[in-house]
């Protein structure tokens, strides 16, 4: 029968029959890559060139779209090799830059040649450049959170090196006369060590060196009570007698536990300020001067009564 000789044709000759399809698939491949379209793409925005006497403030678009209409072959390379605008910056000096864009500034990934290609958006750029600058600048520590309430720094947390390099738009470094280190949450910490800690300088600005060591003293909290301070009275005529009643006060600190153990009733100065004041009777509430690192400080009256007489001539 005709029918039984079927299956001997579809297999004889096989291997040319392969070559043939494959060859016919290629060329369909190819002749579909080679159909035009166009499809848009968002690609970075890059300035090249820029004087390193320069920096750029304000914003630049950090992207540009653009419609290409090339081969399917070369739309597809580029979904994988990525096109990009080139801004030549090599012209640009202090001030308002504005240019509008070009097709001229893309640059295409190699073996890729568009048929027509388009900005489509933003079609100009409009910044500002200015001069770079810098100068030194005194590192601030931050501090965030609280420790538990049986607690407190033993003292000030600084910086070390407590300088850095700041380097920006010359606008704002030149009224940078410090700058912050990121917060250090004292929520999280749990005993006195060193810490690395980055600094933390406003948009634009750069730090050198950009991390510092703070050391971090945890104290237990603790209370002090002084007695028997006498005030300083601060008084303009010499030849002016006072009386204060009463003649000493007593101080109650509270802060570090290593702190107030060292210190005595000459750590702290009472002063009562008579100053420009005439011959009276006056009620004054005293000022108190304690060292760093006291948290809380009361005395155990509010005001004193003071005297002041014209000395008697001898």
Same mark, same amino acid.
């Given at each position: ?50 004087? $390193? ?7 630049? #678009?950090?992207? +540009?779209? /653009?419609?290409?209409?090339? @081969?399917? *072959? ?125 600094? $933390? ?7 050198? #060196?950009?991390? +510092?060591? /703070?050391?971090?003293?945890? @104290?237990? *909290? ?93």
């Amino acid at each position: 029968m005709a029918f039984a000789n079927i299956p001997r044709g579809i297999f004889s000759n096989i291997g040319v029959k392969l070559l043939a399809l494959v060859v016919g698939i290629v060329i369909w491949f190819n002749a579909i890559s080679q159909q035009e379209e166009e499809r848009d793409f968002v690609v970075p925005l890059e300035l090249a060139n820029l004087a $390193d006497t320069l920096t750029v403030t304000g914003r630049v #678009p950090p992207s +540009v779209e /653009i419609a290409v209409r090339a @081969s399917r *072959r070369d739309l597809l390379l580029m979904e994988f090799r990525r096109a990009a605008v080139m801004l030549n910056m090599s012209n640009a000096g202090p001030g308002r830059f504005t240019q509008r864009l070009s097709v001229s500034d893309i640059a295409f990934p190699p073996g890729v040649e568009p048929f027509r290609v388009r900005i489509v958006s933003p079609l100009l750029v409009d910044f500002d450049i200015e001069e770079l600058a810098t100068r030194r600048a005194r590192v601030a520590v931050t501090l965030a959170g609280s420790l538990p309430n049986d607690q407190l720094l033993g003292s000030v947390p600084e910086a070390e090196p407590d300088w850095v390099l700041v380097t920006g738009p010359e606008n704002l470094v030149r009224r940078l006369d410090r700058v912050p280190t990121e917060p250090v949450d004292l929520s999280k910490i749990k005993e006195s060590g060193a810490r690395e800690v980055k600094i $933390d300088p406003p948009p634009l600005v750069a730090a050198q #060196p950009d991390k +510092v060591r /703070i050391q971090i003293e945890i @104290s237990e *909290r603790s209370t002090r009570v002084l007695s028997n301070i006498p005030p300083t009275v601060l008084l303009d005529e010499p030849t002016f007698s006072v009386e204060v009643v009463p003649k000493t006060l007593t101080l109650t600190l509270e802060g570090p536990k290593a702190l107030l153990n060292s210190l005595s009733s000459k750590d702290v100065s009472i002063l009562l300020d008579l100053s420009g004041k005439a011959p009276g009777r006056y009620r004054l509430a005293p000022e108190v001067i304690v060292p760093n690192g006291i948290v809380r400080y009361s005395l155990d009256i509010d005001s004193v009564r003071v005297f002041v007489t014209r000395a008697k001539p001898l």
